[in-house]
């Protein structure tokens, strides 16, 4: 007898997950709760950045002391050339400390998304609906993909606008059409997704409550923090490297606003950027001569930079190194 | 119909079904009985694909759960009383889980209705007794109107309107056609509610027969005795070899003997009988006496659970 595609589509499946998310009120409060905080943080720190009038970061507000001319006209150039790219960087620099922890949010409601339903039992009403398991699994998975990147979406769009109104009404000359702005918040929005399909993976994977929860957010903020730790400790820059890689970081490489090279394509090049980072992988430029307090190429620690583009494909590579073990222990298991 | 072939389920060393095979058809009720912890729930989840047999196989209809070309509309099962999210409502659990096989509203309207779960349904099914969660799990289970039920402890935590409610249903879904098979661990619901039943023991089909036939082969020979002289008789009949239990209100029961022989011999003895009443076993009483031997047979020691059935006797 051959054996008949199962009639079980992945649209149901995906339905019947979105139901289930959206019938928690747990799903409501904390969705809402990060979003009031992305539109408060936005808020005060935009309020704290003051009138542009009177900004450290107004070009006109420059004091050069005692150099040349020249210089000075110099420093002017590139301080005004550079002026839309650090506006652009105070506009949106909730975004980082926000995202640590709109991250954990979405973390915990994707390993809660699967956790949760071994510990109730009602995994076994989701596997005897759906016996081959991977298709449950995925739909799951990239339900909680989504419904993250929503909020993530939602979020960022108020607080974008929310910093955006405190800092008009005070005078900063914020520049809408920034590209540099919109890749960084599409990055933010992109990663949030990443958080909740990597919670939801490590939910599959470790499916107690108690265990996952603590399993998801060392590796979001605890891994990283011994890697950098360790790596200080032993001067050992590969550690700091394999650092870079953890997903903590690889957010912060997508989600950062890319000052160096936003003022650099402004032709504001300006010293203070130092390494202007490309998309890709870079060395960090750090070396430098004791003797003269010059920088040299050739004392450089070794240690790398990751750009938005590699973070971001090796965010992908979590996911399915994630995607795969899950997928496999969720098929052998016993429920 | 469900049909599984020396299915054996083992955990490390602990063999918790071993070389289980039946034939559960379809049109009758089925019964799976056995104490606690005798394998009934590991072999219903593999029935279903839940765990995964250590050998054998089963199928339902022909195939194995997991090549069910729409399970849910195929088979009906209840596993857990608990297995939804304490936050989630009662009609968004049915909902969820009829999203997946396109069952719609009105469906999960129906079932709930029949489950007597209106005034609850909008309410988280966190808050609801045991007896609800197990109307729910029915409900559930109710779901895709499936050719097959399998039912595990449907009973458990419900009142008495609820017991008598799943027994008709069990019964009217029977007599459509459908396949039920539905376990307990109490002989005396099973005798109300089975046309077979199939007894488990120590993670092997210890019995597998209609009822009425369990019931004849286990009805018993004992027979219940009352006479003015009732310890002289007594005494009488220990010397004739039998085996004479004193009851509570004075009266004597006989095993191993008829009610014509105490007749007979009581007569030739002249003693004066009051009562003589041949005993039928109960179905309870039988199923202790099979699970027991079973577990006997094979442990060699008597174990925890066998001296507790023991000395309810």
């Known amino acids: 007898m051959s054996t008949p595609a199962s009639r079980v589509a992945f649209g149901g499946l995906m339905r019947s997950k979105w139901i289930k998310l959206w019938s928690l009120r747990s799903t409501w409060w904390l969705y809402a709760i990060t979003i009031v905080l992305f539109a408060g943080i936005a808020g005060l720190l935009a309020l704290s950045s003051g009138d542009w009038t009177s900004s450290y970061l107004n070009p006109d507000n420059a004091s050069f002391g005692s150099m040349a001319a020249e210089q000075i006209a110099q420093a002017k150039a590139s301080a005004a050339a550079s002026a839309g790219a650090q506006v652009s960087q105070e506009w949106i620099r909730w975004d980082v400390p926000v995202l640590t922890f709109a991250q954990l949010v979405v973390s915990v409601l994707g390993v809660l998304g699967i956790a949760g339903e071994y510990q109730t039992g009602a995994i076994k009403s989701t596997f005897a609906a759906a016996p081959k398991r991977t298709a449950a699994l995925f739909s799951k998975v990239l339900v909680i993909f989504l419904a993250s990147v929503i909020i993530g979406a939602i979020g960022i769009a108020v607080a974008t ?15 809408a059409g920034d590209p540099y702005v919109w890749r960084t918040l599409g990055g933010a929005i992109a990663y949030l997704g990443f958080a909740g399909a990597f919670g939801s993976l490590i939910g599959a994977i470790v499916r107690v409550q108690a265990g996952a929860i603590p399993t998801a957010i060392g590796f979001v ?46 032709g504001g090049a300006s010293a203070s ?63 | 119909m469900i049909e599984a072939a020396a299915l054996t389920k083992r955990y490390g060393s602990k063999t918790a079904v071993d070389e289980v095979s039946f034939t559960i058809r379809p049109g009758l009720v089925t019964g799976f009985l056995g104490p606690n912890g005798a394998g009934k729930s590991t072999t219903m989840r593999m029935i279903v694909g839940l765990h995964r047999p250590t050998s054998g196989s089963v199928t339902i209809d022909g195939r194995p759960y997991a090549d069910l070309e729409s399970p849910l509309t195929e088979v009906g099962i209840l596993l857990d009383a608990r297995a939804y999210h304490p936050g989630r409502s009662a009609r968004d659990h049915l909902r969820a889980l009829g999203a997946t096989h396109r069952v ?75 396949t039920v ?20 023991g120590r993670g092997r089909v210890i019995a597998d027969a209609p009822i009425a036939e369990f019931t004849a082969r286990a009805s018993g020979t004992a027979v219940r005795v009352r006479s003015p002289r009732g310890t002289e008789l007594a005494d009488s009949l220990r ?72 000395a309810n006797e």
């Open chain 1, 161 to 175: 606008a929310t910093s955006w109104g405190v800092l008009a009404a005070h005078g900063w000359p914020i520049d």
């Open chain 1, 221 to 266: 903020l605890i891994l990283p923090t011994i890697a950098s730790l360790l790596a200080g400790m032993l001067d050992a820059a590969w550690l700091y490297n394999v650092g870079q890689f953890l997903p903590y970081s690889l957010g912060n490489d997508v989600s950062t606003y890319p000052f160096g090279e936003a003022a650099n394509a402004a």
């Open chain 1, 273 to 335: 950027a130092g390494d202007v980072e490309g998309p890709w992988i870079d060395p960090v430029h750090d070396g430098f001569d004791p003797a003269t307090g010059q920088p040299d190429p050739s004392r450089d620690s070794g240690k790398i930079s990751v750009g938005p583009a590699a973070a971001a494909v090796a965010l992908a590579a979590w996911l399915v190194v994630g995607w795969v073990f899950a997928q496999l222990v969720t098929k052998r298991r016993d429920v």
């Open chain 2, 104 to 178: 719609g509203r009105k469906r999960v309207d129906e079932v709930i209705a029949l489950a007597g779960l209106e005034s609850v349904a909008g309410k988280r099914a966190g808050g609801f007794s045991l007896g609800m969660g197990q109307r729910l799990g029915i409900a559930a289970a109710l779901l895709g109107d499936p050719h097959t039920l399998i039912l595990d402890e449907p009973v458990n935590g419900l009142d008495p309107e609820g017991v008598i409610w799943v027994r008709r249903l069990a019964r009217s879904l029977a007599a459509e056609g459908r």
């Open chain 2, 181 to 200: 098979f539905l376990s307990s661990h109490l002989m005396s619901e099973m005798a109300q509610t089975a046309d077979h039943v199939i007894v488990l």
């Open chain 2, 239 to 310: 010397r004739g070899g039998l085996d004479v239990a004193e009851q509570t209100d004075g009266a004597l029961l006989v095993t191993g003997t008829t009610a014509e022989a105490i007749g007979d011999f009581a007569a030739r003895h002249a003693v004066p009988l009051h009562e003589l009443t041949p005993v039928k076993s109960s179905l309870e009483e039988a199923y202790l006496e099979l699970t027991r031997d079973e577990v006997e047979y094979h442990s060699g020691a008597v174990d925890a659970a066998a001296t507790s059935e023991g």
